[in-house]
Nanobody, 124 residues
Framework: EVQLVESGGGLVQAGGSLTLSCTTS????????IGWFRQAPGKEREGVSC????????YYEDSVKGRFTISSDNAKNTVYLQMNSLKPEDTAVYYC?????????????????YGKGTLVTVSS
């Protein structure tokens, strides 16, 4: 059974940092792209970042470039999203997704396998 469990969300002031974790199980971690999408209240889902552990390819949505860093620990089957210089517009529920399509210029996060999400709230 494919499982993805997010953690690390919370309340932070603008300019602050958070690190999200996505712990996975039930599928070959190294063989699939894993990433994060988010959904803010009243807004559409948005692909934020993804990584292919097999070759290190990463993608970042334009609004988070230079502020967010995605990484993976293959030994722990875990993906991290380091978020710095957070802005109020980053407020959303962040979901970890597997089996997506990840290139340096495009991320299709897929909705077949994703976690329950973790809430990030950035106050101004």
């Amino acid at each position: 059974e494919v499982q993805l469990v997010e953690s690390g969300g919370g309340l932070v002031q603008a300019g602050g940092s958070l690190t999200l974790s996505c712990t996975t199980s039930g599928f070959p971690f190294d063989d699939h792209a894993i990433g994060w999408f988010r959904q803010a209240p009243g807004k559409e889902r948005e692909g934020v970042s993804c990584i292919r552990s097999s070759d290190g390819i990463t993608y970042y949505e334009d609004s988070v470039k230079g502020r967010f860093t995605i990484s993976s620990d293959n030994a722990k089957n875990t993906v991290y999203l380091q978020m710095n210089s957070l802005k109020p517009e980053d407020t959303a529920v962040y979901y970890c997704s597997a089996y997506g399509y990840c290139t340096p210029t495009r991320y299709y996060y897929g909705l077949d396998y994703y976690g329950k999400g973790t809430l990030v709230t950035v106050s101004s």
